[in-house]
């Protein structure tokens, strides 16, 4: 059973930047396309970015685009989200989740497309 798990939110203040890392275990990251989702308070879960098994693919949400940057290391079973120029609007609980259900060069944004999930962290981004 593939477990992941979520890490470095926190505070930061706007235009700074955060790498948020998601580790997995039980079973190899190869298998599971990747999307990093975000739940601002009183808000629905959007998807943010998507990457393919391999990292030959990637799809990212309008707001994100040329700010942040997704990534995996299949031999250290992580996936990264690199983002920049973080601003209020960023602010949420940041989780990613892995599925199979997807094309092997496949990426979605949808989250009834995820099988698994982790358990989110936090990002607040304020002055």
């Known amino acids: 059973q593939l477990q992941l798990v979520e890490s470095g939110g926190t505070l930061v203040h706007p235009g700074g930047s955060l790498n948020l890392s998601c580790a997995a275990s039980g079973s190899p990251l190869r298998h599971y396309a990747i999307g990093w989702f975000r739940q601002a308070p009183g808000k629905e879960r959007e998807g943010v970015s998507s990457i393919d098994r391999v990292g030959a693919n990637f799809a990212y949400t309008d707001s994100v685009k040329g700010r942040f940057t997704i990534s995996r290391d299949n031999l250290k079973n992580t996936v990264n989200l690199q983002m920049n120029s973080l601003s209020p609007d960023d602010t949420a609980v940041y989780y990613c989740?892995?599925?199979?259900?997807?094309?092997?060069?496949?990426?979605?944004?949808?989250?009834?497309?995820?099988?698994?999930w982790g358990q989110g962290t936090q990002v607040t981004v304020s002055s």
């Open positions: 989740a892995a599925t199979t259900r997807l094309a092997f060069w496949g990426t979605s944004l949808v989250q009834n497309e995820y099988e698994y």
